[in-house]
């Protein structure tokens, strides 16, 4: 399976601690220790029972913890069953948002849309947003679509089309596998009624 290509993301963490003056002069200060400790979730993100913090995963270098190994194998099962996992995951991601705002930025139909706009936190958003919309670990706690774009005067469907289109050829530049990329687009149409404040289509 075609993966989108991922720069080895290796993140290498600084820690860079205090010197300790080597003439001691002040007995008092304390050594300097620097104690990473991840706060793991106390619920069970599959029961929504109390977690069990010895019943866990990492994914993504995250640590999830779980009410018993029922809920720990459905969320291994969700994770790799999902869209967002076989599209290459946080990094593969990141990746594509920025190519794709790349796109958008340059384009005459839509760019004007953002010249106020704080790209950085778009980014972000936009990207918490489909890694949830596309089964990623962490759902997505932002505003209702409709309410986020409820307020952009003259949205239609001309710049939606634009914004699937930029969507669209950015996953095929990336070299996407073509079932992939057209279960994202579903997903982005999918979501066409709620940002151009549209009643929603009759199921
Ligand atoms: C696939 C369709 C789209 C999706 C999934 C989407 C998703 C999002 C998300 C997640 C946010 C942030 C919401 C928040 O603040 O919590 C956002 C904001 C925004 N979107 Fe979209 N969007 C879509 C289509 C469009 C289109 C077609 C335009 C205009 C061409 C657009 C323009 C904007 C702008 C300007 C904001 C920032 C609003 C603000 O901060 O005031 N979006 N969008």
Known sequence: MKKIHLLS??????????????????????PAAVTAVEEINKVCPVS?????????????????????????????????????????????MTAAINLFYQKVLVDERIKHFFEDIN????????????????????????????EAHADIPGLTEVHFNAVAENLQKTLEE???????????????ASTKSAVLNHPPAAK
Do not use: C
């Open 9 to 30: 993301a290796t993140l290498t963490l600084v820690l860079s601690l205090p010197m300790i003056p080597a003439t001691a002069a002040e007995p008092s200060a304390k």
């Open 48 to 92: 929504g029972l109390p977690a069990d913090p010895k019943i866990t995963v990492v994914y993504e270098e995250k640590t999830y913890a779980f009410a018993d190994a029922a809920s720990r194998t459905k969320f291994n099962e969700a994770r790799s069953n999902s869209l967002y996992h076989k599209l290459g995951g946080k990094a593969a």
């Open 119 to 146: 790209m950085n936190k778009q980014r972000r958003k936009q990207q918490e947003f489909l890694s949830a919309a596309f089964g990623g670990p962490t759902p997505w706690t932002g505003k209702d679509l409709r």
């Open 174 to 188: 990336l070299k996407i596998q073509k079932d992939l990329i057209d279960q994202v687009m579903t997903i982005a």
